[in-house]
């Protein structure tokens, strides 16, 4: 049921154009996954802060599927380590909200651009497509779930280094049924100990 929340957070957050800020998609439309140093990659979400996201709660996917090959040329995730984002002029939390930067893994980087060089090589030889998606698979509550859960979504323009908003979603908790959402309500899991 956590599955449902993260693939809801995913289609409010990044799948949905309707909801992305016009200087949004202009960071989106500058950005080349394959030509971008995986250390610079960063984004950062904000939720409500009864809920927490640790490292590992959210992953990164990067597909590269040749036009003939029935299965991916490129297929790698990666566990993202998410950090609270404190003193930041440009991530500044709204009511009870926290955001938390969420970037690979320094023992990861060498891995991305390993693959990033494997997407490289593969489009020299033929048409494709790539595909860059974040998910979050996991969580926890340090209180219980607020009546409506805001999510605001965050990508870290690589020229100027300032976050950007991409997307603000009132209540993803919207887009599930009456049933899915008091079975999450109910089965989300409580964190074990007090943030710190």
Not at 36 to 43: E, I, Y
Not at 148 to 170: G, I, M, N, Y
Not at 178 to 186: G, Y
């Amino acid at each position: 049921m956590i599955k449902t929340l993260a693939a809801c957070l995913l289609a409010s957050t990044l799948c949905a154009c309707s909801s992305l800020t016009a200087a949004g998609l202009r960071t989106v439309a500058g950005l080349d996954p394959v030509a971008t140093d995986p250390a610079r990659l960063t984004a950062a979400i904000g939720v409500n802060d009864a809920f927490r996201l640790r490292t590992g709660d959210a992953k990164l996917a990067i597909r590269y599927q040749g036009e003939a090959a029935q299965q991916p040329l490129v297929s790698e995730e990666f566990a993202l380590v998410m950090i609270p984002a404190v003193g930041m002029s440009d991530l500044k939390p709204g009511p009870n909200e926290i955001i938390y930067l969420a970037r690979i893994a320094e023992a990861d980087l060498a891995r991305a651009r390993d693959a990033q060089a494997r997407i490289k090589a593969a489009k020299q030889t033929g048409n494709g497509k790539g595909e860059l998606t974040v998910s979050v698979s996991s969580g926890c509550l340090t209180r219980p779930m607020p009546a409506k859960v805001p999510v605001r979504t965050f990508l870290q323009d690589v020229a100027s280094s300032k976050f950007v908003q991409l997307t603000q979603t009132d209540n993803v908790l919207d887009l599930l049924s009456a049933e899915d959402a008091n079975k999450l309500r109910q089965e989300f899991p409580a964190c074990s100990t007090p943030q710190g």
